[in-house]
């Protein structure tokens, strides 16, 4: 099954150029072999690609950040982090699943709007507000305010 992974990773502070890239190219190498996808990778370019980490780790009070969003499955995601772990020059490294998150996210929104729309119908209006009928949010258009008062139109 593919899922949706944010891969980040704190090189060293006195790490080159060269030597993120040379990580980067490992990460994408293992990605690609393990049948995976990157779908986005960036790197920090704050305090020129430095960030002050939240607590020192191994007398580093900076590193360089790099975020890796990637498609596969379980067993890339084993396979990076066994990687990772014994990977020369790197602070930490965390793998995080985010298609859950956004499914839910999704889920919610559905709701609210299929909410909204009923609410609508019920009180004699279209389902889909009208241009021009007042403020543009999604789920103001119920009828009621913030504290569950029915509110005239």
């Known amino acids: ?11 060293r502070p006195d790490s080159t150029d060269e030597q993120v890239a040379e990580l980067t190219k490992q990460v994408e190498a293992i990605v690609s072999r393990m049948g995976g996808t990157i779908e986005q990778s960036e790197a920090s370019l704050t305090f020129n690609g430095r960030r ?5 780790i ?3 009070k900076e590193g360089l950040y ?5 498609k596969g499955g379980g067993a890339l995601v084993h396979e990076l982090d066994r990687r990772l772990k014994v990977t020369e020059g ?3 490294h965390l793998i995080v699943r985010v298609d859950e998150s956004q499914q839910r996210a999704d889920r919610a929104r559905t709701k609210r709007t299929e ?3 009923r609410r609508r119908i ?9 241009p021009g009928e ?20």
């Open 1 to 11: 099954m593919t899922r949706t992974y944010e891969l980040v990773y704190v090189a």
């Open 52 to 56: 002050k980490l939240a607590y020192e």
């Open 58 to 60: 191994g007398h580093h």
């Open 66 to 70: 790099t975020l890796t969003v990637i």
């Open 90 to 92: 790197l602070l930490r």
């Open 115 to 117: 909410e909204s729309r």
């Open 122 to 130: 019920a009180r004699g209006l279209p389902p889909d507000r009208q």
């Open 134 to 153: 007042g403020p543009q949010q999604d789920d103001s258009d119920d009828g009621v305010d913030f504290d569950g008062v029915e509110v005239e139109a």
